[in-house]
């Protein structure tokens, strides 16, 4: 049962081309900008992206600035330099820097409570500090519920927020990270407050004026924006769930202006890579505030924690990828842009797209892998410190060997363990690299590893049916089924055969 979204078909087939591709004597002269093309059209089309922006920026130049695909669909308008798109939530890391512009200039402090610097907030409020507003540690109840049942527009915003107040926290404050708009609203105020402007004009002001950003705005699809790409989704309300579908749809977004610290600004890759520039180079904040806007938020309990495994921590409106190699900063906006900054490669990349879901924070790695090669997949990055040390001893000796090169490494520490969800999600890696033999072994080797594991059967099964091996994919789908019953995955294809 694959862990990744990719399908086992599409995986092989776009490792195939790309392999195919990379030896060819055409491909060998292609610029490396040119093979990045190619990679993007590609996943443009499996995830069924209409429109995308990308700039790269490269120990503090912009390297690369391309637009593909459509801004407007029914209409067929391509996407441009000029187009814009949302940036959902990537709006709150220029609220981080706004917050930031104002501790250096001596009106803020991080480890201040919020009541400090807003009045009339209820008591058990008070003690929250503006880091942990930023950082999402607050325990504030969430003026934007997941499910949306309660969104909240212009024409209700003040009743929202007077109803809000009456209500408890969620958890003491600073024991998890929970991810909530109440914090940046708060954010808001206090800019309002302390710069004697509404925030989006201390933002235009002390940002976008001085980067040069005419094409960088706030609002939300009520307003008319020139060049501005139309959001879609594949996803819809069904039954009160949302639910994927396989039909294109609009997608309507409405910020009250009090929440636009949250969400809300639209810009073009270009400029938001001008941006990027201009913090590096100390132009919006001093260079020694970066590490302090980018160190995540700490819980009562030490621990740092984020959107997921992967975004595993929060700083001051930037989500991190905390890893030995390769970390990152990383603000993502609606499922559908990203930013990541990798401090120690000196290097950026924007992707902006037009699709809720397109979710580019899960191939940016992948991009950052043409300027740094020590990112390739080939490489065994992004595997943990046990699995990319396999990975690359197996390259010496051959997959072939992975049970054997297993038992060498616990003879040598009792203590060495391999997880199976990430040995699952390493042999689907070898399958986008088209290396589909090298990729059975290890789903066989997760096997070994894993005898009571439905999931680990399931994946071999499938793999041995994409090689028509009939036989044997049966005979693991019914282990799989034995172990659970549940598996729909399995049954599915005991019945056809």
């Not at 927020?161 to 408890?168: E, F, H, K, V």
């Not at 190699?325 to 906006?333: N, R, T």
């Not at 609606?334 to 900054?341: D, H, V, W």
């Not at 693991?476 to 995955?489: G, R």
Request: aromatic share 8%; net charge positive.
């Amino acid at each position: 049962m694959k862990t990744p979204t990719v399908s086992f078909r599409l995986a092989f087939l776009l490792g195939l081309f790309v392999l195919a591709l990379s030896f060819s004597p055409r491909a060998r002269a292609q610029s490396k900008n040119d093979s990045l093309d190619v990679f993007l059209r590609l996943k443009m089309q499996q995830l069924h992206i209409p429109g995308l922006q990308l700039a790269v920026i490269q120990h503090g130049q912009l390297v690369k600035s391309a637009q593909y695909g459509l801004a407007n669909v029914q209409d067929s308008i391509p996407v441009t330099g000029n187009t814009r798109f949302a940036l959902n939530s990537i709006t709150k890391a220029f609220v981080g820097v706004a917050i930031m512009q104002l501790v250096e200039a001596g009106k803020l402090e991080l480890t201040a409570p919020v009541s400090r610097y807003l009045t009339g907030l209820p008591a058990a409020w008070q003690p929250v500090t503006v880091r942990q507003l930023l950082t999402h540690t607050s325990g504030l109840p969430d003026i934007m519920p997941e499910d949306m049942a309660g969104l909240v527009t212009e024409a209700n915003e003040s009743a929202a927020w007077a109803q809000l107040l009456t209500r408890p926290l969620d958890f003491p404050i600073g024991e998890k990270f929970a991810y909530n708009q109440t914090n940046y609203v708060l954010l808001g105020k206090i800019i309002d407050q302390l710069s004697g402007q509404p925030f989006t004009r201390f933002i235009q002001a002390r940002q976008l004026d001085v980067v040069g950003m005419p094409r960088t705005s706030t609002g939300d699809a009520h307003d008319v924006v020139p060049n501005g790409a139309r959001g879609y989704t594949f996803t819809r309300v069904v039954d009160g769930q949302f639910r994927r579908t396989n039909q294109l749809r609009h997608l309507f977004e409405v910020y009250a202006p009090s929440h636009r610290t949250a969400a809300g600004m639209s810009s073009t890759a270009e400029e938001m890579a001008r941006w990027i520039m201009a913090l590096q180079q100390g132009k919006l904040l001093q260079t020694s505030s970066l590490p302090v806007l980018w160190t995540p938020g700490v819980l009562n309990n030490g621990s740092q924690r984020g959107f997921s495994r992967f975004l595993n921590g929060y700083a001051l409106g930037w989500p991190t990828v905390g890893r030995p190699e390769h970390p990152a900063v990383a603000p993502v906006g609606g499922g559908r842009s990203a930013l990541f900054l990798y401090p120690q490669d000196d290097l950026a990349i924007v992707v902006l797209t037009n699709l809720q879901g397109a979710n580019p924070d899960g191939f940016i790695d992948e991009i950052a892998a043409y300027y740094v090669p020590d990112m390739r997949p080939s490489t065994g990055f992004g595997l943990s410190p046990n699995l990319r040390a396999l990975h690359n001893e197996l390259r010496k000796c051959g997959f072939a060997q992975a049970l054997a090169e297993v038992k060498k490494a616990r003879q040598k520490n009792l203590a060495y363990r391999l997880a199976e969800d990430e040995v699952n999600a390493w042999g689907y890696s070898l399958l986008k690299q088209a290396q589909p033999q090298n990729a059975l072994e290890i789903f066989k080797l997760n096997v070994r590893l894993n005898p009571q594991s439905a999931n680990a059967y399931d994946s071999l099964a499938e793999v041995y049916a994409e090689m028509g091996n009939h036989k044997l994919a049966r005979q693991n789908y019914q282990k799989s089924l034995e172990l659970d019953p549940k598996n729909a995955n399995a049954a599915k294809y005991l019945k056809k055969a």
